[in-house]
């Protein structure tokens, strides 16, 4: 089993999902996130004063997957996330060495 943990632009999640579920994939978590890389961040103007806006808004897909559906799930987010401007994300793939769900005590694939 692998996880995979998607860092995209906040108007992506909804293509994001649709992709994801195109292949199959029944369940996601996603949270709301604030960061940088080399976007940095901007500048803004409020009411005539000039501030610098360090952490951009940013999603955090995390899902975790059998083995023989990583390459599939990795190439629909990429696919329905990209824009080809800078700061369009991230995909961390990480191994998971158990799962278990806690209502019924499944462990491993039958968890996921």
Do not use: C, W
């Not at 995209?8 to 199959?24: C, N, S, W």
């Not at 996603?30 to 803004?44: I, L, M, N």
């Not at 899902?63 to 994300?89: F, S, Y």
């Amino acid at each position: 089993m692998k996880k995979i943990e998607a860092i995209i632009k906040p108007f992506k999640l909804d293509e994001v999902k649709e992709a994801l579920h195109e292949i199959g994939l029944q369940g996601i978590t996603v949270t709301e996130a604030k960061g940088f890389g080399r976007q940095k961040g901007h500048t803004e103007l409020y009411r005539g004063a000039e501030y610098v806006v360090d952490f951009l808004p940013k999603v955090k897909i995390e899902l975790v997957i059998d083995d023989n559906l990583v390459e599939r799930a990795i190439e629909a987010i990429q696919t329905a996330a990209h824009t080809g401007r800078i700061g369009d994300g991230k995909i961390f793939v990480s191994t998971i060495e158990e799962a278990i769900r806690i209502r019924t005590g499944e462990r491993g694939t039958d968890a996921i």
